[in-house]
């Protein structure tokens, strides 16, 4: 059975809930369509993390490739501030 465009695919496995959370924010804010998977579990109990293979973060097959691109920038830090990155004025 081949896979259809639009089934989910996992792409990544992160242990740490706000990683995956990191990571769903970044594929969103290029376009891609995301998921997570099993991060309730993983926040509700962290040592069920290892058990379970940590929080999946999933994306439309056809998306597969750009998901790859974009977990690739991330590793080698594409997306990293500069150390005198300025934020603007504070919202308060």
């Known amino acids: ?3 259809a465009a639009d089934d989910w695919l996992t792409v990544a496995r992160l242990h740490d809930a706000v990683e995956a959370q990191l990571l769903l924010g970044r594929l969103h ?15 509700a109990d962290p040592l069920i993390a290892l058990a379970l ?26 997306y990293a501030l500069d150390d005198d990155f300025d934020p603007g004025p504070s919202v308060d």
């Not at 804010?29 to 926040?43: P, R, S, T, Y």
């Not at 293979?53 to 594409?78: H, K, N």
């Open 29 to 43: 804010a290029d376009g891609i369509e995301a998921q997570l998977a099993d991060q309730n579990h993983v926040q």
């Open 53 to 78: 293979g940590g929080v999946r973060v999933q994306v439309r097959q056809r998306d597969r490739w750009l998901a790859q691109s974009v977990i690739d920038r991330l590793a080698s830090g594409d």
């Open 1 to 3: 059975m081949t896979a």
